[in-house]
């Protein structure tokens, strides 16, 4: 299989011991690229040097509204240097949480339509994280418009799915959906066009069922790529073609 990580936080301190390794454990398991969206500003830097070290790693810049208390005004202009700098595939990882408490709505709502409206200037992708707030992000990004882009970790109804493949958008699936009594996201992922699905493993963070409570790594793809690729009752070696070049046509990849 020949797969890319559409979502990796292989910059992340728990991968600084051992980042070749991981990365050479990637490779052999066929993961040709990883796309690694950062969180803050002030995590910026380190992403820049890891995908520097590695030209199979491409980065995003973006503000993670689980981040909040992290995140100043001043950031969103700082990104748009960044951008104009750096080039990233992407913006992101950005989106709204109202899940974890204390995240002040409004705020992280003003950081997001920030991001999403740097996205649709410099053509770029927008990946997204959207917990409780699918409906929202969904409302947003048609309010902005121009947009294209992932909702990583998907985890929302048929209908939810259906809206936002009606925007072009793809949907991006990991480890959550290697678990057997995770029914209705596998059912999901058992009917999504081919043409909207990512692969993602989120690591370090969302192990496959295998590998609960673990450090997750990039190599793991395969394992997610094999659960997907029953789900859908297709070959896995058919779903990594399709889904590698759905990230190669997202993100414009040359991989």
């Given amino acids: 299989m020949s797969l890319i990580d559409s979502h990796c936080h292989i910059d992340a ?22 796309i690694a969206p950062a969180v ?15 030209e199979d790693i491409h980065p995003a810049y973006g503000l993670h509204p689980m981040y909040l208390a992290q995140h100043r005004p001043e950031h969103l202009a700082l990104l748009r240097e960044w951008i104009e700098r750096e080039r990233p595939c992407a913006v992101g990882e950005c989106g709204l949480d109202h899940f974890v408490e204390g995240l002040d709505p409004q705020t992280q709502r003003e950081l997001l339509l920030g991001q999403l409206r ?3 200037e410099f053509d770029l992708p927008v990946i997204l994280h959207a917990r409780r707030a699918v409906d929202e992000v969904t409302a947003l ?4 418009g121009g947009l294209r882009g992932v909702v990583h970790s998907f985890s929302g109804s048929h209908q939810q799915a259906e809206a936002l493949c009606g925007l072009g958008f793809m949907l991006g699936f990991g480890g959550p ?8 996201l596998r059912a ?6 081919i043409e909207h699905l ?9 192990p496959d069922a295998a590998i609960r409570g673990q450090r997750n790594e990039p190599a ?3 394992d997610i790529a094999r659960t997907v690729a029953e789900l859908r009752q297709q070959s896995p070696e058919d779903l990594a073609r399709h889904t590698a070049a759905n990230a190669r046509r997202l993100f414009a990849l040359a991989v």
């Fill in 40 to 54: 803050c500003a002030a995590a910026w830097p380190q992403l820049q040097a890891v995908a520097k070290a590695h």
């Fill in 188 to 193: 999901l992922v058992a009917w999504l066009p």
């Fill in 141 to 144: 990004l048609r309010r902005i």
């Fill in 13 to 34: 301190p728990e991968f600084d011991a051992d980042r070749a390794e991981v990365m050479a454990r990637a490779r052999a398991a066929g993961v040709r690229a990883l």
């Fill in 177 to 184: 959906v290697t678990y057997a009594r995770a029914q209705r």
């Fill in 198 to 206: 990512l692969l993602e493993t989120d690591a370090p963070d969302q």
């Fill in 118 to 120: 740097l996205a649709r």
């Fill in 220 to 222: 793991r793809l395969a």
